[in-house]
């Protein structure tokens, strides 16, 4: 029987870089094998249990290669995770942006009372050779930089991502690593929409289902549909980036005064207090395209919303708003005809994956799943019999899909909920409020 470092190098073999994930982690998916289990009446902090057990760390770095927010770390024992936290829960700082999950690890590590060592592998839910497929957006974005002293600068910062991608992909990460301990156990890329949806159909329960995972941008994709079925996960079609329904939804949030990635939630709850406004959604139709075929690049093509606010504020006549929280009639519709507006777009992706796939259940991952009046509209869809949506939508999941991804998904308990954090006493809890006059 394969070990998973022949399976990854078998598939190198067969497959050209640019199907690097999708071979090797379909091979993993269907030969990956046996965990030796602890001995019964051992416990796992005993160094013989820990030396028989198979334990595998997962973790979102958000630094360098590895995208900006939401670092995470799970630690997975025989595959089944066991402990998990984000960063963000020990640093205070929301979204934990560009930080390396260095709390997170040791809390995991701390578990089970393990080095690094004690590891047998781990899982980084980034496959960075794969940005290569849109090598020519991400030039043609710094050539737009202005002046030629920015342009040159993000011409360079562009070539030698792309060659830290392409020729050193887990050095940066291994080199933190270090400083956590040593050796450094294998490390193992997975692609990023790839764990968005393990974390989603594997703990789903699901025999079978359409797989959406709808995210701002993976290495090169923005929205995926996949069919997931005992075998595995298998990409059906692929939205590249830029047409990101993230970051059209993004650069509604920013135009309407919110930080992007943050405030998204806020305007998915406005979206109620606005009415159907025929001016405001015939500009935006003008804008973008909805549905199956969806098209938002005229607001997207530039990475970030700069662009996308730009156009918002010379189509409508209006500039940002700079007070969020205080909205008019206007503001408030224009939340409700955006998301109307993707709404529209996820029902009828889902439905006509639903069609074409031949499975009428639909698991749901990736930040844009977060919207949770978008997921009611999926669920009340006449094409849709069953919804799972990991709780975890956004990134600070995907820890949980770099562990799962490896497993044939019914071998992944269904999952009934997200309590594998921190445990405090209650007399902790209490002394904590006091001390902070907490009421
Ligand atoms: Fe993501």
């Not at 091979?27 to 057990?53: E, F, H, K, N």
């Not at 392409?166 to 193992?188: D, K, W």
């Not at 890329?189 to 968005?196: E, G, M």
């Not at 909805?290 to 500039?319: A, N, Q, S």
Request: glycine share 8%; aromatic share 8%.
């Amino acid at each position: 029987m394969l070990d998973r470092v022949e399976i990854r190098e078998n598939a190198d073999r067969q497959c050209g870089d640019d199907e690097h994930d999708c071979v090797a982690d379909d091979l993993l998916t269907q030969q990956i094998v046996s965990v030796v289990l602890p001995s019964p009446g051992l416990g796992y902090d005993t160094p013989l249990s820990r030396a028989m057990t198979d334990y595998q760390l997962a973790f979102k770095p958000a630094i360098g290669l590895y995208g900006q927010h939401d670092p995470s770390a799970v630690l997975f024992d025989d595959g089944t995770p066991v402990f998990g936290v984000e960063e963000e829960r020990y640093t205070r700082e929301k979204h934990a942006t560009d930080t390396f999950p260095e709390h997170a690890i040791r809390a995991c590590l701390d578990h089970r009372n393990l080095t690094l060592s004690d590891l047998d592998r781990i899982f980084l839910p980034y496959e960075p050779q794969l940005r290569g497929k849109i090598a020519s957006h991400y030039v043609s974005d710094a050539i737009r930089a202005p002046g030629v002293g920015r342009k040159l600068s993000a011409l360079e910062e562009t070539l030698v991502t792309q060659v830290r991608s392409r020729f050193v992909p887990t050095r940066q990460i291994e080199n933190r690593l270090e400083s956590i301990g040593s050796p450094v156990p294998p490390v193992e890329t997975i692609s990023h929409h790839r764990c968005h949806a393990a974390s989603a159909f594997h703990p789903s329960g699901f025999d079978e289902g359409v797989v959406l995972t709808l995210d701002a941008k993976g290495e090169y994709d923005s929205t995926v549909v996949w069919r997931g079925d005992e075998d595995g996960l298998t990409r059906a079609y692929t939205y590249e980036h830029p047409n990101s329904l993230g970051l059209f939804f993004a650069v509604v949030t920013e135009y309407l005064g919110y930080r992007m990635f943050n405030g998204e939630g806020k305007v998915m709850g406005l979206a109620p207090y606005g009415e159907d406004n025929p001016e405001i959604e015939s500009v935006l139709r003008d804008l973008i395209d909805t549905g199956t075929d969806y098209d938002v690049t005229d607001l997207t093509k530039r990475w970030g919303t700069g662009h996308g606010v730009e156009i918002l504020e010379g189509e409508f006549g209006r500039p940002r708003n700079e007070t969020p929280g205080d909205f008019d009639q206007w503001e408030k519709d224009l939340a409700h005809t955006a998301q109307k507006l993707l709404e529209e777009t996820v029902v009828d992706i889902a439905e006509t994956a639903v069609d074409q796939l031949n499975t009428a259940n639909v698991a749901l991952a990736g930040g844009v799943a977060l919207n949770c009046k978008l997921n009611k509209c999926v669920r009340e869809s006449p094409h849709v019999d069953d919804v799972f949506v990991q709780p975890v939508a956004n990134d600070a999941g995907l820890a949980l899909g770099a562990g799962w991804a490896g497993q044939p998904p019914s071998a992944v308990d269904r999952q009934t909920d997200v309590y594998l954090g921190p445990e405090y006493e209650t007399e902790e809890i209490r002394s904590t409020l006091e001390t902070h006059a907490a009421r």
